[in-house]
């Protein structure tokens, strides 16, 4: 059985006259009726009654021919489907981002891509590092933005740019007096941090080592450790007094609340940084699409310019 069989007996029950029907197949009519009985031998069944001079289909060759059509409805689809492919710009993307980089880099990426491929609508998702790896693997998701380095198999990554940490703090803070901060003085201040599951929280024990004390409780006096769901509610915290926080600069908008409420400082050289990355299969096939998106997260202005240099 096949599509152009099945074409010639839609054809022929719409014409219900083998020479009109293979008139419009574009095939002489000893080959559309020979098409049509090499289909009905297959099947086992008559789908037409033939006369002289006429054509009627049977029950069974309605609901046949009623099937063909959704069949070749349905080819046609796939026709379209990969019509729309040659255009790797114009379906949709699906970007993924983790939870501590999604909020300050969409608003600016959106409007970029947006002017650079105005035709191609981008879906987005806010999640973890592991479920978004997970969901770029399963192709529920097209690309996802990360912090590197992300090793998984079959995956291309691309640095988009640097991020250093800050530490964010109310403008009456102890340590506001300090033009820089190292890793040791956060140890006795109390202490605004990501519960476990963000990856952010373990670069920043990682770029702390100080902290694990802390989170250990082997030293309770020196200062506590309040975990918060999302940086926005730990950048919240941190303006009504509850204490410090370490957050990647991008997070550090202070327009939300009255000049001089919040003060930030950058750590003591060396600076703990992230690179925040693009990753993507290495079979996706729309190229260009890759292109586009990082070309557009290469031209967003999420950090000062003096922290890019």
Known sequence: MTLTELRYIVTLADERHFGRAAERCHVSQPTLSVAVKKLEDELGVALFERSKGHINVTD???????????????????????????????????????Y????????????????????????IEENYTAVLAEKLRQSELDAIIVALPFDEPDVVTLPLYDEPFVVLMPKDHPLAKFREISSEQLSAADLLMLGPGHCFRDQVLEACPDLMNKLSRKNPVEGLVTEGSSLETIRHMVASGLGISVLPLSACNQTYYPEGLLEQRPFKHPSPFRTVGLAWRVTFPRPKAIDMLSLAAGQCRILPRQAEA
């Open 60 to 98: 069974t060759g309605n609901r046949v021919v009623q099937q063909a059509r959704r069949v070749l409805d349905q080819a046609g689809l796939i026709k379209d489907i990969a019509s729309a492919g040659k255009d790797q710009l114009s379906a949709p993307l699906k970007v993924g981002a983790i």
């Open 100 to 123: 501590t980089i999604g909020p300050y880099l969409f608003p600016h990426l959106m409007p970029q891509l947006r002017r650079a491929a105005p035709q191609m609508p981008l879906y």
